[in-house]
């Protein structure tokens, strides 16, 4: 498996501002991605970030409204841009680990704008 | 693009009874079958998967099956525990390259003592 660490934990934000999201994992990983659980909900794909490359983003999302770096193989950063209250949500980062697909899941960080 | 099906959205059973959760996916190229495991205010936790060559995998009191003909899959929890309560996930992937998770919508089971 994978250590994966976010930060922050959890924010609250005022509406029209922005939030970036960090995701550290202690293994060197190809694919991380992001997901968006609204509250009693489901996990929503968002983006796939693939280092060095631009990150591949799922119907509905877009990058002006979620951003996404991935400098490096430990290391990607989600912005919440823009917020409003229905941005209101845990964001989570996954990471694909070992030699199987599995996928292993941060804590996760609880947004919610005011 | 994959759709997964997931039922029942809440289930609720006495200790040490089985419980069952079912799922459906639309896409036959879908490969990868994993279940995860959420307790309130924690992360999803991978419990089992199975893949596209296996019918039956199992895991102590856990089990998954998949029916590739019929597209559907289950989870089966033996001798339910109350530490067994949590949101259960199913998910469908297409592996090699791009594991693009498709989530179902949860089970809430609620193991009662």
């Known amino acids: 498996s994978a250590v994966i660490s976010q930060k922050p934990s959890r924010d609250i934000c005022q509406r029209g501002t922005s939030l970036t999201i960090q995701c550290q994992v202690d293994s060197q990983v190809t694919m991380m991605f992001w997901y968006r659980q609204q509250p009693g909900q489901s996990l929503t794909l968002i983006a796939t970030a693939n280092q060095g490359s631009e990150a591949t983003y799922e119907s509905g999302f877009v990058i002006d409204k979620f951003p996404i770096s991935r400098p490096n193989l430990t290391f990607s950063t989600l912005t919440v841009s823009n917020m409003s209250p229905e941005d209101s949500s845990i964001y989570l980062c996954s990471v694909e680990a070992g030699s199987t697909d599995t996928q292993y899941f941060g804590p996760g960080t609880r947004l919610t704008v005011l | 693009g994959e759709n997964v099906e997931q039922h029942p959205s809440t289930l609720s059973v006495q200790e040490g009874d089985s419980a069952v959760i079912k799922c459906t996916y639309s896409?036959?190229?879908?490969?990868?079958f994993p279940w995860y495991k959420q307790e309130l205010g924690k992360r999803p936790q991978l419990i089992i998967d199975?893949?596209?060559?296996?019918g039956e995998k199992k895991d102590q009191r856990i089990a998954v099956t998949l029916n590739k003909t019929a597209k559907h899959f289950s989870l089966h929890i033996t001798e339910t525990q109350p530490e067994d309560s949590a949101v259960y996930f199913c998910a469908a992937s297409l592996t090699g390259g791009y594991n693009k998770l498709i989530f179902g919508a949860g089970t809430r089971l609620a193991v009662h003592p």
């Open positions: 199975i893949r596209s060559n296996v």
């Open positions: 896409d036959s190229a879908s490969n990868y």
